[in-house]
């Protein structure tokens, strides 16, 4: 099992053959590309994951994090993460898998129908279909928050550090 942190969340990849800490800037140096936090391989697909924690304990801003969610900001910035992350991948020849795209965001006081909004957005935004493309950049794009990660990828897969438990 690979385990890896963001911040204050650790997340436990039980199945994986490998999980990269993509979003690395040693591994960038200098470049400009945006990239997702994380790519986890596994026989059948890469697994983008990008984690926003505006929940994380001490936040200083989380007014800003709303307001960057609601103006369509947030959005546009996972757009371009899922867009840089799949072209880089591309150019290293690491193209041979489908693509999921998870967006984790840990944001209690977001409610369903606003995630389920903001993700229809993200498929927009990037785009996942286009009629001139042979396939789909991604196989699925998804924003989950905490309940329903745990729900997908079991009680165990996540866990607050500062909390101590899963």
Known sequence: ???????????????????????????????????????????????????????????????????????????????????????????????????LYLVLLSMQALDHALLLAKQDELRKAIPIRHADWADDCAASCIILNVEHWKRQFGEQSLRRISQGTA
Not at 14 to 41: G, K, L, M, N, W
Not at 43 to 61: R, S, T
Request: hydrophobic share 40%.
């Open 1 to 99: 099992m690979t385990t890896v942190q963001e911040f204050d969340l650790e997340l436990s990849f039980p199945e994986a053959q490998a999980v990269i800490h993509f979003d690395d800037s040693d591994y960038h140096a200098s470049s400009t590309v945006q990239r997702v936090d994380f790519i986890a391989e596994y026989e059948a697909h890469y697994l983008f994951v990008e984690i926003k924690d505006p929940d994380i304990p001490g936040a200083e801003n989380p007014a800003a994090f709303v307001t960057k969610l609601n103006s369509g900001k947030l959005v546009q910035s996972l757009a371009g993460k899922f867009r840089d992350t799949l072209f880089f991948r591309s150019a290293q020849g690491k193209n041979d898998r489908k693509v």
